[in-house]
């Protein structure tokens, strides 16, 4: 199962751009990777997902680099109300099943 | 709003009870998981239940149990309750039948369980 490797936090002013990095170097052909966000105490909230392609919806933007080793999620305008836990995550698959496997995810505060 | 309903929101409760924590799955979804996090430990898979049936199970003690019903609402039965048993409780769904896409899934707000 591929794991993946995300910086521990970072900060951004609010209206920037916010660039989330993530490392999955072991990542398998048929894994998604997947970003997932958990305000403060609040159930996880799922942001975006691609497999080779770059996708873009109305909370976020992933880049994924075409080895697929890695990827970056970009929130274009960040606000505080960002400020969040960031997971990066691969699908992980145990029976048939595809779980959403969490690591310690990138802590981003987003100040005035 | 997720779509996704957990009672009760909180809960306190002694030393080797045992607790019931509910979930209501989104409309239509057909998978459950139940999560765990504790401020150590992050979020932690316990299980996962398709249309009745368990489906995936993750780190989850024997004390804990699981079910879902047909009207796929599901369960999470704690008993023998620790001090360190005390944490966020998770449920998610998804809506995708797993090997058929890729499922996104949603997540409650969360219990929070306080052993005493």
């Known amino acids: 199962d591929a794991k993946t490797t995300q910086p521990t936090s970072m900060d951004c002013a609010e209206g920037r751009a916010a660039n989330l990095p993530c490392n999955h170097s072991?990542?398998?052909?048929?894994?998604?990777v997947y970003w997932y966000r958990q305000i403060h105490s609040q159930g996880p909230q799922y942001i975006i997902h691609?497999?080779?392609n770059n996708e873009t919806n109305e909370m976020a933007s992933l880049i994924i680099t075409e080895d697929r080793k890695s990827s970056t999620l970009i929130l274009p305008h960040a606000t505080l109300r960002d400020t969040a836990v960031y997971y990066c995550?691969?699908?992980?698959?145990?029976?048939?099943?595809?779980?959403?496997?969490f690591g310690r995810g990138t802590s981003l505060i987003v100040h005035p | 709003d997720s779509g996704v309903t957990q009672t009760p929101k909180h809960l306190i409760t002694a030393t080797g009870q045992r607790v019931t924590l509910r979930c209501s799955p989104r409309?239509?979804?057909?998978?459950v998981y139940w999560y765990q996090q504790s401020l150590d430990q992050g979020l932690q898979f316990l299980i996962q239940?398709?249309?009745?049936?368990?489906?995936a199970k993750g780190n989850i003690l024997e004390r804990f149990s699981a079910q879902q019903f047909p009207d796929l609402h599901s369960e999470l039965n704690l008993s023998s309750l620790e001090l360190g048993d005390s944490a966020l409780y998770f449920c998610a769904s998804s809506p995708l039948i797993p090997l058929q896409g890729i499922p996104e899934a949603f997540f409650g707000q969360g219990t929070r369980l306080t052993v005493v």
């Open positions: 072991t990542i398998s052909g048929n894994e998604y």
């Open positions: 239940y398709y249309n009745g049936e368990e489906r």
């Open positions: 995550i691969v699908r992980v698959a145990s029976g048939g099943s595809y779980i959403p496997t």
């Open positions: 409309s239509g979804d057909l998978s």
């Open positions: 691609g497999l080779k």
